[in-house]
T-cell receptor
Framework: GAVVSQHPSWVICKSGTSVKIECRSLDFQATTMFWYRQFPKQSLMLMATSNEGSKATYEQGVEKDKFLINHASLTLSTLTVTSAHPEDSSFYIC?????????????FGSGTRLTVV | KQEVTQIPAALSVPEGENLVLNCSFTDSAIYNLQWFRQDPGKGLTSLLLIQSSQREQTSGRLNASLDKSSGRSTLYIAASQPGDSATYLCAVKGNRDDKIIFGKGTRLHILP
């Protein structure tokens, strides 16, 4: 089945530094990937849609300059949290679909726990 | 705007019981509906996907039904086990774009 690999699983960084999170589709090509943020005991909040070869589409209220998304190939999207602050601490998850038909669901990565100190 | 609601928000049942988790959505023009499981601190694991033309899907002890006209889906778990303890999320994909809309989830605790 479709597999999405996300790395790292957890990261601790100092306030003011930048952190990059990778999301890879291992056995399929993904022209579109999605980045979510999840706060404790809450559901997932879509941050942005990552499009291969073009600019990402950000949801309302998400800072484009804070959360940089790059989708340079059909199997890799990256999310960079720039100038991180403690309020950016959260669980970040990516997802993708292996196809476009109705039988194709979304596959999620294992998530990245970011802690900014 | 599509809204997805899951009831109950939390559920604790003794091991061995059969149980039903509910998901409702406001816009019946859906492409498909997916049930996920999330363990604490982990990503989402897809359990079942029901296409808009389907009424139900089964996998092992899990059965998901879809009544598109009434905007409802249920996830039935038979003979529950402590390992079933997790948060279960329902997500709906519409016809207009590639986004999926999540419910807030049901936190399930199976008591040994």
């Amino acid at each position: 089945g479709a597999v999405v690999s996300q790395h790292p699983s957890w990261v601790i960084c100092k306030s003011g530094t930048s952190v990059k999170i990778e999301c890879r589709s291992l056995d399929f090509q993904a022209t579109t990937m999605f980045w979510y943020r999840q706060f404790p005991k809450q559901s997932l909040m879509l941050m942005a849609t990552s499009n291969e070869g073009s600019k990402a589409t950000y949801e309302q209220g998400v800072e484009k300059d804070k959360f940089l998304i790059n989708h340079a190939s059909l199997t890799l999207s990256t999310l960079t949290v720039t100038s991180a602050h403690p309020e950016d601490s959260s669980f970040y998850i990516c997802s993708a679909r292996a196809g476009t038909g109705g039988a194709y669901g979304y596959t999620f990565g294992s998530g990245t726990r970011l802690t900014v100190v | 705007k599509q809204e997805v609601t899951q009831i109950p928000a939390a559920l604790s049942v003794p091991e061995g019981e059969n149980l039903v988790l509910n998901c409702s959505f406001t816009d019946s023009a859906i492409y498909n509906l997916q049930w996920f499981r999330q363990d604490p601190g982990k990503g989402l694991t897809s359990l079942l996907l029901i296409q808009s033309s389907q009424r139900e899907q089964t996998s092992g002890r899990l059965n998901a039904s879809l009544d598109k006209s009434s905007g409802r889906s249920t996830l039935y778990i038979a003979a529950s086990q402590p390992g079933d303890s997790a948060t279960y999320l329902c997500a709906v994909k519409g016809n207009r774009d590639d986004k999926i809309i999540f419910g807030k989830g049901t936190r399930l605790h199976i008591l040994p």
